[in-house]
């Protein structure tokens, strides 16, 4: 799988983290605004066509655990 193709997965499962992290109420509330956050730099990135910053976003999504 390539980046252009690994990106979109990693984003997606990080938009279901949220809503996990949106079940447990107010104290997921500060993962919740750095997964939206990482997740628009993403957008931003796939959408530039910045192989760079689509790598970095790529290992920053990754970075978020259940």
Same mark, same amino acid.
């Given at each position: 799988?390539?980046?252009?193709?690994?990106?979109?997965?990693?984003? #997606? $499962?990080?938009?279901?983290?949220? !809503?996990?992290?949106?079940?447990? /109420?107010? &104290?997921?509330?500060?993962?919740? *605004?750095?997964? #939206? $956050?990482?997740?628009?730099?993403? !957008?931003?990135?796939?959408?530039? /066509?910045? &192989?760079?910053?689509?790598?970095? *976003?790529?290992?920053?999504?990754?970075?978020?655990?259940?």
């Amino acid at each position: 799988m390539n980046l252009a193709e690994a990106l979109p997965v990693q984003q #997606k $499962r990080v938009r279901e983290l949220i !809503e996990i992290y949106q079940e447990i /109420g107010p &104290v997921g509330g500060f993962a919740i *605004a750095m997964m #939206k $956050r990482s997740l628009s730099n993403a !957008e931003s990135a796939a959408a530039s /066509g910045d &192989v760079v910053a689509m790598l970095r *976003a790529f290992q920053d999504l990754q970075g978020f655990k259940e």
